[in-house]
């Protein structure tokens, strides 16, 4: 805590030995200090370590000397950035070292203050629930098993702790609106003047901005979102439906795309087609819900680029091959409208297996979504897996058409899920570039 602190003050300005000895010994006190005799080998050891510097100032003097003043270096700043950052190496005394951090929120970027500020609010939320379930635990207890003023007294503590844990959650969600509050002004102000210098003319640009024309939690954003679970669902039930009772057609070998072939075959057409029109109005949903931050741009093209790939699908079909339709002349040649349905395919698959991997980096720095990063890896490497083995059962007259639909549906769930999610409230930190 200690190096947080003196290079959380170094990040302000620079300052001499006494004076970070008098703030270090503020924020820990009043019982803990902070002698010169471990300060001074502490600084000694930051110099060394190449993220302080150390230099004579000639114009302050302590008790009639000169004293040593410090600056950070650019090494110093990444620790610094770094220890700021750091919520796992103390997790059962980080509400300390978050009181160290808060003063200095403002340093940070506005995606890094609210990466902290939501850990902090999920961090005294768990404390809360553990605190309230153990109290629960207590009142619970069959009679006899503990005595009354023992239970009362543990009690009693408990509920004390449940209402600093409480305050210390209001405070961190009070933070947390101020930050969105001041990196939404920010979004308007000129560039060069900061928000203390132009408040007032900040807030007027707001009034007068222009309001986006699809609102976060709208009633428009929640259908658009539902584009994605409805859309997802009614693809695969038709082709998987087509494919049971089509004659001559065998699920397990033959691709989906077969089925826009010989008689109903608009349907699956037709399939391909509406399936496309749902993921455009899924991807305008999910621009919505990423924007501002990271893969909020290119989670939707990619999502775009998947639709034109099945529109393209399902208006251009694929020339008869592996036995379907029966008894249909194999042709030597592939026709124009099979090239371009080749090149749709590999468009809405490819474009698919890249998104897996870009919404898994935004699942990464959101507190709240982080274990859903591995899922959405998960997802990119099934896929490819599962088309590669695809286009090799082809060639041998496998199992091919088992493998396409497992590609498909493994990424049709992630897309369910994650709209889901979303529709219940879950959303992403809006900080950061798009």
């Not at 132009?198 to 640009?205: D, H, P, T």
């Amino acid at each position: 805590m200690y190096e947080l602190i003196i290079l959380c003050r170094l990040m302000v300005q620079p300052s001499h030995g006494y004076l970070i000895g008098q703030i270090l010994n503020d924020m820990i006190g009043p019982y803990a200090k902070v002698s010169n005799g471990r300060l001074y080998p502490l600084l000694a050891k930051l110099e060394e370590q190449g993220l302080i510097v150390a230099y004579e100032d000639a114009g302050e003097t302590h008790g009639g000397r000169k004293v040593r003043s410090y600056a950070i270096t650019e090494a110093g700043r990444k620790r610094w950035h770094a220890l700021m950052m750091d919520t796992t190496s103390n997790p059962g005394e980080y509400n300390k070292f978050f009181l160290s951090k808060s003063p200095y929120l403002r340093l940070l970027s506005s995606t890094d203050r609210i990466i902290l500020l939501d850990h902090y609010i999920h961090y005294s939320e768990a404390h809360v629930i553990h605190l309230k379930a153990e109290g629960e635990g207590l009142r619970n207890l069959p009679p006899g098993i503990e005595e009354t003023d023992y239970l009362n007294a543990a009690l009693n503590t408990l509920d004390h702790m449940v209402a600093q844990w409480q305050l210390e959650l209001a405070w961190g969600r009070s933070l947390h609106e101020h930050k969105l509050a001041e990196a939404a002004m920010a979004l308007f102000e000129p560039e060069g003047i900061t928000m203390s210098q132009n408040q007032n003319g900040a807030a007027r640009a707001m009034r007068s901005a222009p309001k986006p024309i699809i609102a976060l939690n709208s009633a428009l954003h929640r259908l658009l979102l539902s584009c994605g679970i409805i859309g997802s669902l009614l693809f695969n039930a038709v082709y998987l439906i087509a494919g049971a009772i089509r004659p001559g057609y065998d699920p397990w070998r033959q691709p989906m795309s077969a089925l826009s072939l010989s008689d109903g075959g608009w349907i699956q057409g037709a399939n391909f087609i509406v399936f496309g029109l749902f993921i455009i109005c899924f991807a305008i949903g999910l621009r919505v819900s990423l924007r501002p931050g990271a893969a909020a741009t290119w989670g939707p093209i990619l999502q775009v680029q998947v639709a034109l790939g099945l529109i393209l699908a399902g208006i251009f079909t694929q020339d008869s091959d592996h036995g379907y339709p029966p008894r249909a002349t194999l042709l030597t040649t592939p026709t124009t409208h099979a090239v371009i349905h080749l090149f749709a395919t590999f468009l809405a698959f490819g474009s698919r297996v890249i998104w897996c991997f870009v919404i898994a980096r935004r699942f990464a720095i959101e507190p709240r979504w982080r274990g859903w990063a591995t899922y959405a890896v998960v997802t990119g490497i099934l896929m490819v897996i599962f088309l590669a083995t695809f286009g090799a059962e082809m060639s041998s007259n496998g199992p091919a058409g088992l493998f396409e639909k497992l590609a498909t549906m493994v990424t049709s769930l992630l897309t369910i899920l994650l709209a889901a999610r979303l529709l219940s409230g879950t959303g992403f930190s809006h900080q950061g570039n798009g």
